[in-house]
């Protein structure tokens, strides 16, 4: 079984500039959340996503959008990068689970630095 | 709106003590799910642990074990004979139970759980 695989892992970006992370969901799952996890914090949700429609958003602003394609794999696309927008993200997905409570599969993560 | 409260930072034990990380929790919903996830240097978040608002029974999973405490809106997480493999960050976190909630978690601040050999 496939796990949740991100990338690129780590890239340095400039204030200004746009970025775009990939995640490509585990097996089975059509459901893709992505977090934002600042250094020594605890993640934050930014939007998920189910069946290639935005299925609840985080307190984050519209510069932060995404996608989710025909086969559940997902991109986070940030523009107008600011400092504060150097974090780890983390794209998760799972199984559909209406009602909350369903255990999500992450994956490692993409290190994004904004000089 | 929802918070998680994990007071502690940092927890240094040696190798075979038990460990209790403590969570707290605020909500408005009366129905909600609670975890305890892993994060190693990896930075992969694993998922421990789940318990649904309306089951205060604590277990014990393996090495794991819970308190689950509605009344006090905690739910403090245990591991017995600690290992050097334990070493990692901890998140307790939070989700809602509607239809529209789908995976949305809340978590805390984490505690960092430094076990020595």
């Known amino acids: 079984e496939t796990g949740v695989t991100q990338s690129p892992t780590h890239l340095i970006k400039t204030r200004g500039q746009q970025v775009t992370l990939r995640c490509s969901s585990q097996?089975?799952?059509?459901?893709v959340s992505w977090y934002q996890q600042a250094l020594g914090q605890g993640p934050q949700f930014i939007f998920q996503?189910?069946?290639?429609?935005?299925?609840g958003r985080g307190n984050f602003p519209p510069r932060f959008s995404g996608l989710q394609f025909p086969n559940y794999s997902s991109e986070l696309n940030v523009n107008a990068l600011e400092l504060d927008d150097s974090a780890l993200y983390l794209c998760?997905?799972?199984?559909?689970?209406?009602?909350?409570?369903?255990?999500?599969?992450f994956g490692e993560g993409s290190r994004l630095t904004v000089l | 709106a929802q918070k998680v409260t994990q007071a502690q930072t940092e927890i240094s034990v040696v190798e075979k003590e038990d460990v209790t990380l403590d969570c707290v929790y605020e909500?408005?919903?009366?129905?909600?799910?609670l975890f305890w996830y892993k994060q190693p240097p990896s930075g992969e978040l694993v998922f421990l642990i789940r318990?649904?608002?309306?089951?205060?029974q604590n277990e014990i999973s393996g090495r794991y074990s819970w308190n689950f405490q509605k009344s006090t809106s905690s739910f403090n997480f245990t591991i017995t004979a600690s290992q050097v493999v334990d070493s990692a960050v901890y998140f307790c976190?939070?989700?809602?139970?509607?239809?529209?909630?789908?995976?949305?978690?809340?978590f805390g601040g984490g505690t960092r759980v430094l076990v020595k050999p």
């Open positions: 998760a997905s799972s199984s559909p689970n209406i009602g909350g409570g369903g255990e999500l599969f």
């Open positions: 097996s089975g799952h059509n459901t």
């Open positions: 996503y189910y069946r290639e429609e935005e299925n």
């Open positions: 909500t408005r919903d009366t129905t909600y799910y």
């Open positions: 318990r649904n608002s309306f089951d205060e």
């Open positions: 976190a939070l989700s809602e139970a509607f239809i529209d909630a789908g995976n949305k978690l809340t």
